[in-house]
């Protein structure tokens, strides 16, 4: 069973920045195809921000609102998912989710192409 655990959130003002952790075990590494970043806030849907294919290539995809501010990248050493959030605006301010693909859908930024789910870490952006 995959586990997910995001850590690395937290209040910060208007332009300042944060990096995401999101730490994977209980899985062997091929089984993993892509993985991916989305956020919530509550009364709305959840977002895809950013996602990456684990093998391969590793090739990234950002959502419109992020591309140049945020960036997605992993150690897969120690199995671990990050996202550097540089610049950050009061409208980044949500419930940050990592999420893993085990279907080989890959390069996808809808919530329905992932399968494990971590806890998610919260990110406040002050004006």
């Known amino acids: 069973q995959v586990q997910l655990v995001e850590s690395g959130g937290g209040s910060v003002q208007s332009g300042g920045s944060l990096r995401l952790s999101c730490a994977a075990s209980g899985y062997t590494y091929s089984s993993i195809y892509s993985m991916g970043w989305f956020r919530q806030v509550p009364g709305k849907e959840r977002e895809g921000v950013a996602c990456?294919?684990?093998?391969?290539?590793?090739?990234?995809y950002y959502a419109d609102a992020v591309r140049g501010r945020f960036t997605i990248s992993q150690d897969s050493a120690k199995k671990t998912l990050y996202l550097q959030m540089n610049s950050l605006k009061p409208e980044d301010t949500a419930m940050y989710y990592c999420?893993?693909?085990?279907?080989?859908?890959?390069?996808?930024?809808?919530?329905?192409?992932?399968?494990?789910w971590g806890q998610g870490t919260q990110v406040t952006v002050s004006a």
């Open positions: 999420a893993a693909d085990a279907r080989r859908i890959g390069g996808s930024l809808r919530s329905s192409g992932y399968d494990y």
């Open positions: 990456m294919y684990i093998h391969d290539d590793a090739s990234t």
